[in-house]
């Protein structure tokens, strides 16, 4: 009998499924060569972009701040591989009146208060050195005058640095002599500023004529991996003559930098007088067995 139509159908056979997953599996081993390795380039590309990064946004933080220390008022110390950076940091600063204006400014409420002898003049208004002071008036508008916090920030007149008798800023204020007084109230007036200061024996006048307004210290704690692994910023805390090699107590932190593999932080001055300074950073990020390394340097001016 002649076959039906429907005899006639067939199947796929063993053999055509076989040679079929064959030929996909040679097409997929195929496309994964071409693009595999594009895909692992663009992650690390990535990975190395994220690390530069988080280098690059910490030295540039680290950068703008140690910019506002207070001049002579940097130091470093270390503990093995930590590396600990601390500033006294500046919000701003002017110049103080040095000499009695002639003719003699009448004594008023807008001017320091008239000591004895009373002369009705507002003589007051110069800052004294070598006797004890409570006020005094700037030279002009301090410039940023409301981000002064009144009973919390410092006025620090001619800072040469840890060491320096009466004239470092970290020390002064246990003895009568010093370079440091809290701000008690400042006020504007006709194009100047009154500050008034808790009483204060300031020892050494600044060849400039300039004070600055010090908010508090500043600590970059490094620590690197295996240890922490982690750069950290430590403000809000009290000044201290010495500087402690463990991160300040009290204050507030902040995280920063995070796998951290190595750091390190110097500080050079030059000159007579070390009247300019440089501060080296260098910063080592490593994530997933690759790492990244920036370098920054920082021109500190130090003249007080």
């Known amino acids: 009998m002649p ?26 081993g195929a496309v994964s060569v071409f693009i595999g390795r594009p895909v692992e380039g663009y ?11 988080i280098a690059d946004t910490a030295l540039r933080r680290m950068t703008r701040d140690v910019r506002t220390a207070l001049p002579n008022s940097i ?42 002898p009373l002369d009705g003049t507002a003589d007051e208004n110069v800052l004294q050195f070598g006797a004890a002071d409570t006020c005094f008036t700037s030279l002009g508008d301090v410039l940023g005058l409301g981000q002064i916090v009144p009973n919390s920030d410092f006025v620090v007149v001619y800072n040469l640095g840890p060491g320096s008798l009466n004239a470092d800023a970290y020390a002064s204020g246990a003895v009568t002599g010093g370079n440091k007084s809290r701000i008690t109230a400042v006020a504007s007036v006709a194009g100047e500023n ?15 004529k300039r004070f600055h307004v010090v908010s508090g210290p500043v600590t970059y704690e490094c ?20 500087q402690t090699p463990t991160p300040p107590a009290g204050g507030s932190n902040a995280l920063l930098a995070s796998n951290v593999a190595a750091c390190s932080f110097t500080y050079a001055t030059s000159g007579a007088a070390q009247r300019t300074g440089v501060v080296a950073l260098s910063l080592q990020i490593q994530q997933s067995g690759e790492s990244i390394q920036l370098f920054q340097q920082v021109h500190v001016p130090n003249v007080p």
């Open 194 to 208: 009154v500050f008034n200061i808790e009483s204060r024996t300031f020892t050494y006048a600044s060849p400039g």
């Open 3 to 28: 076959r039906t139509e429907h005899s006639r159908e067939r199947g796929v056979t063993l053999i055509e499924m076989v040679i079929v997953i064959s030929i996909t599996a040679i097409i997929a």
């Open 43 to 53: 992650a690390d590309a990535a990975r190395r972009a994220e690390m530069s990064d």
């Open 75 to 116: 130091r470093i110390t270390t503990v093995g591989s930590s590396y600990y950076l601390e500033y006294l940091e500046t919000r701003t600063g002017g110049r103080y009146r040095s000499e009695v204006p002639a003719p003699a400014t009448p004594t008023g409420p807008n001017t320091c208060p008239d000591l004895a």
């Open 223 to 242: 620590v690197p991996s295996p240890t922490g692994g982690q750069l950290r910023r430590y403000w809000g805390y009290p000044i201290s003559a010495t």
